[in-house]
């Protein structure tokens, strides 16, 4: 079974987490071909915001964004027993590395401006024929609302790939955009139709429930 893992930058601002997590990646590797996709979380979107206060445009800002992920990629390295030495740059590498697995983990940051390591996450699911795509986040699940800002928002147990497009056609996309998943994600989704989950990763236990089939996030099917 092949497991696409999209890991929020969120998890990469305290060591023992990351350490945790990476504990529940090795164990996994060992009975799935994984692969997993680094966010650029907080110091990314600092980054971002210093830049665009110097003038920057839009598509330097991704860039910037891009080498906080793959920085982020590499302290997941370091976390992890069995990965291999350096992230990946491109799909076709991966899946190439990844076509006789030896059970180790690739690992990959962002790779082009114009969308979030959600897209290369489901990009790559896509590339590869991923049976199951994880989108390891901060929330419990996606949202009619930002969560965070609306007390009373909904949330979705489950949704078709074209509702998924449809709210987040909503968002507005721009470098260190916080929304769960990006439309261009839900685009890759929605064409190539592979099993996706949004969950909470606070509890690393919970990424190794939605691999196994058990979660409280929300299922696009």
Same mark, same amino acid.
């Given at each position: 079974?092949?497991?696409?893992?999209?890991? +929020? +930058?969120?998890? %990469?601002?305290?060591?023992?987490? @990351?350490?945790?997590?990476?504990?529940? %990646?090795?164990?996994?590797?060992? #009975?799935?071909?994984?692969?997993?996709?680094?966010?650029?979380?907080?110091?990314? /979107? !600092?980054?971002?915001?210093?830049?665009?206060?110097?003038?920057?445009?839009e598509a330097l800002?991704?860039?910037?964004?891009?080498?906080?992920?793959?920085?982020?990629?590499?302290?997941?390295?370091?976390? @992890?027993?069995?990965?291999?030495?350096? $992230? %990946?740059?491109?799909?076709?590498?991966?899946?190439?590395?990844?076509?006789?697995?030896? +059970?180790?983990?690739?690992?990959?940051?962002? &790779? #082009?401006?114009?969308?979030?390591?959600?897209?290369?996450?489901?990009?790559?699911?896509?590339?590869?024929?991923?049976?199951?795509?994880?989108? &390891?986040? #901060?929330?419990? =699940?996606?949202?009619d609302a930002d969560? /965070?800002?609306?007390?009373?928002?909904?949330?979705?147990?489950? @949704?078709?790939?074209? !509702?998924?497009?449809?709210?987040?056609?909503?968002?507005? @996309?721009?470098? =260190?955009?916080?929304?769960?998943?990006? $439309?261009?994600?839900?685009?890759?989704?929605?064409?190539?139709?592979?099993?996706?989950? &949004?969950?909470?990763? #606070?509890?690393?236990?919970?990424?190794?429930?939605? &691999?196994?089939?058990?979660?409280?996030?929300?299922?696009?099917?």
């Amino acid at each position: 079974m092949k497991v696409v893992i999209s890991l +929020g +930058g969120i998890f %990469f601002s305290d060591a023992e987490k @990351l350490k945790k997590i990476a504990v529940v %990646f090795d164990e996994l590797a060992q #009975s799935y071909n994984l692969c997993v996709v680094t966010g650029g979380g907080e110091r990314a /979107r !600092e980054y971002i915001k210093l830049a665009r206060e110097l003038g920057a445009n839009e598509a330097l800002c991704d860039y910037l964004g891009i080498a906080l992920t793959r920085i982020n990629a590499k302290l997941l390295i370091a976390a @992890l027993k069995n990965a291999y030495p350096e $992230p %990946f740059l491109d799909y076709k590498e991966t899946a190439l590395a990844k076509a006789n697995d030896t +059970g180790k983990i690739a690992v990959m940051g962002g &790779v #082009s401006p114009g969308y979030t390591t959600d897209a290369v996450a489901a990009i790559l699911a896509e590339y590869v024929n991923a049976d199951l795509l994880l989108n &390891v986040t #901060s929330v419990d =699940g996606i949202y009619d609302a930002d969560p /965070r800002k609306y007390p009373g928002a909904k949330k979705y147990d489950r @949704l078709s790939p074209k !509702e998924l497009v449809a709210l987040t056609m909503k968002e507005e @996309l721009k470098a =260190g955009s916080r929304i769960v998943i990006d $439309p261009v994600a839900a685009k890759i989704i929605e064409r190539s139709g592979i099993k996706t989950i &949004v969950i909470n990763g #606070s509890n690393p236990q919970n990424i190794v429930d939605a &691999v196994h089939g058990k979660h409280q996030g929300t299922e696009i099917v």
